[in-house]
């Protein structure tokens, strides 16, 4: 393929990116016509970028012509968007046709595409927005995109500085262009492969130090007249600070002295001994004279010692110096290419400081990182000679985050090195009252509690029920334990008012879709508690009904169906709101071991973009009984010895005996209770006198006291219990 440099020679050619397929004309229906920006991201080849071809269509509006620019930049696939300053640019004007073309467009600088590298080429009309709009444009499009890359776009950029600071939209196709390279990067008409060597390539990378960089800068030398001139007096011009040229070297001479005959000329010579004549016709005394002296690459930096140029201008033997008054003189000037970048004129290639570590690139332009901040193509505004762009910038601001946060621009409350806004940029929940400063910071300073060190703000652990406020004093229950506001004596972590209290019990179950068999909504309760009364069901749902063959929503609990309903009797999709009733017992039976499976089963097949969501009220019965209205658990009770509870029923006996039970004695214990331990004369210890009593009725049957394990008989065994419960009755 033959590529866009000129002078190049047989077998150098280049790779091209995405070949010469030009004919695609997949263009009318994508709908990006009138888009300001577009882009086709690729990947680099390892060689040097010379243009690039593409094919559009120009469909003609109101205007003939419309201003466009061409741009390739390295491009991050990740958030999308182009890194840092163009590697290669140009401008264009692109002519209504009324038809397909295709363009194809010379880039300057020889910019090396990385080999993996993403890159994207970008065609724009924002440097002109006052002539945007008058044309459409349908780029070629292949919608079959090939994977190394897509076609992007931005609807809104302000201007350039925003095609790096904003995500581009991912299209999913390819726009119909070619990405020329060479694979002779210094077009010298030898291919870079056979110039390579250590000395030519010291990052051992396969390509030519000389050419991994940006465009070289041009070398201008100018000394000024100088004199006098003549055989007795030769003027030395001394050029400091010269580096190598690109190609050939013309030297203009312009002298003025005793130069009328034809004996009468000037030597010019050079360091290395190089001579040549200029003015060797007869030319006219004391008038500026000028001629040229042109140099191939190979002589000219032959000339250069220690990078100094020297030039020697002397006169023939009949040249007088004392002419013209004194004031003869010789000048002398020059303008070319640098052979390689030096941008910061160390006489070293930027290749070589690359390689020695003397200069970095951290954006990978190909340029040292203090060229592009001193070009100004680079900010850094904190000053550590590193672009900012390089720097991690999490708001795209184009200023380093550490920067900001050390001058007070951002805030990082917190001290993690990140501005509080992109904490909560990537965090949403870290700021749960939306104040703009993250939670761990308003936790930190008191402005917000966090009581139980959880992490989260109270209140937004609380209005987000991540923590239970069963009193709903506005205080995580934990707390309220902790710091004895609420008393938890069975420290099952629920203070004891509410263990004692009923509880208004709400779940709403996350919308589940698609919503229609075999998809029913199915959702699991723990923690399901036994109700005071029936239980309610909203059911918000969508679906297909037709009651003509049966009902179609069939609500379950643990398997058994309640409510059942259709809604259309000849059919359709219908949407609406069920209240339905489980009946309490139903309900306690279900939720008897904490768990309950509810099901919203949907007969149909017919999928109508169906959903459903259940929201489920009910009072709670108590956890724990407090019959003796104490506000302590009775399991409390019985733990710490205030109250007994003799016949293991979990009612403490002062509430059977205020419920009638017998205590004839008066003593807080049912006389059943003591009757069975031995205690026959209900005085308060088993002794002799209970001993007594049973031998007296040894051996009786259908005694209604005296028969301790209520076998019949008073015997052995009921003897064995006495004895074991033998003391007082505790």
Known sequence: MAALVSGAACGVAGADINGPDWNWSNWGSWGYCNVPTVGQSFVGNGETLTGVRYTMYNESSCCDSKPMRVSVYRWDPSSQRVIGQPIATRDEVMWNTCCWYSREISLPGNALLIADQHYIVVFTVSPWWNSYGCTNNNFSVNPNYYGDGSFYYLYSAADMQSLST???????????????????????????????????????????????????????????????????????????????????????????????????????????????????????????????????????????????????????????????????????????????????????????????????????????????????????????????????????????????????????????????????????????????????????????????????????????????????????DACDIASGTSTDCNANGTPDSCDLSTVAVSIVTPQQAPFYSPYPLQYTINGARRATSDVQLQIQYHGYSYGYYGNYFRPTIDGAEFGAWYDNYWGGCSSGTRSVTIPRDQWNAAASDGTILLRVNHDSGSNCGGSCQVTISYTAEPTFLDCNANAIPDTCDFASGFEHDCDANGIPDSCDIAAGAEDKNGNGYQDACELGRGDLNLDGVVDGADLGIMLSWWGATGYPTGDLNGDGVIDGVDLGTLLGNWGPID
């Open 166 to 476: 904003q995500s581009w939209n991912n299209v999913g196709y390819d726009l119909n262009f070619t990405i020329r390279t060479t694979n002779d990067c210094d077009a010298n008409g030898v291919a870079d492969v056979s110039e390579l060597s250590a000395a030519t390539d010291c990052d051992t990378n396969g390509v030519l130090d000389t050419c991994e960089q940006l465009t070289p800068a041009t070398t201008v030398l100018a000394s000024g007249p100088q004199g006098p001139v003549g055989s007795s007096a030769g003027t030395t011009i001394v050029f400091e600070n010269v580096r190598p040229s690109a190609s050939s070297v013309t030297l203009d001479i312009t002298a003025s002295g005793d130069l009328s005959a034809t004996h009468e000329f000037l030597f010019v010579r050079f360091a290395s001994g190089l001579e040549r004549l200029l003015f060797t016709g007869a030319e006219q005394d004391c008038t500026p004279l000028s001629a040229s002296i042109t140099l191939t690459r190979a002589e000219f930096e032959a000339v250069i010692v220690d990078h100094r140029l020297t030039v020697s201008v002397s006169g023939s033997p009949t040249v007088d110096s004392a002419a013209c008054g004194g004031q003869s003189w010789v000048s002398v000037s020059a303008s070319y290419l640098d052979r390689w970048p030096d941008c910061n004129g160390n006489l070293v290639s930027d290749a070589q400081d690359f390689c020695a570590g003397t200069s970095l690139d951290c954006n990978g332009n190909q340029r040292p990182d203090e060229c592009d901040i001193a070009l100004g193509a680079s900010t850094d505004f904190d000053g550590d000679a590193q672009p900012d762009e390089c720097q991690v910038d999490c708001n795209g601001d184009g200023r380093p985050d550490l920067w900001q946060i050390k001058t007070g621009l951002l805030a990082d409350c917190n001290g993690n090195a990140i501005p509080d806004t992109c904490d909560l940029a990537s965090q949403p929940s870290a700021d749960c009252n939306g104040n703009g400063i993250p939670d761990i910071c308003d936790i930190a300073s008191g402005t917000s509690p966090d009581c139980d060190g959880d992490g989260r703000i109270d209140s937004c652990a609380l209005a987000q029920q991540l923590v239970p406020d069963c009193n709903g004093n506005g205080v995580p």
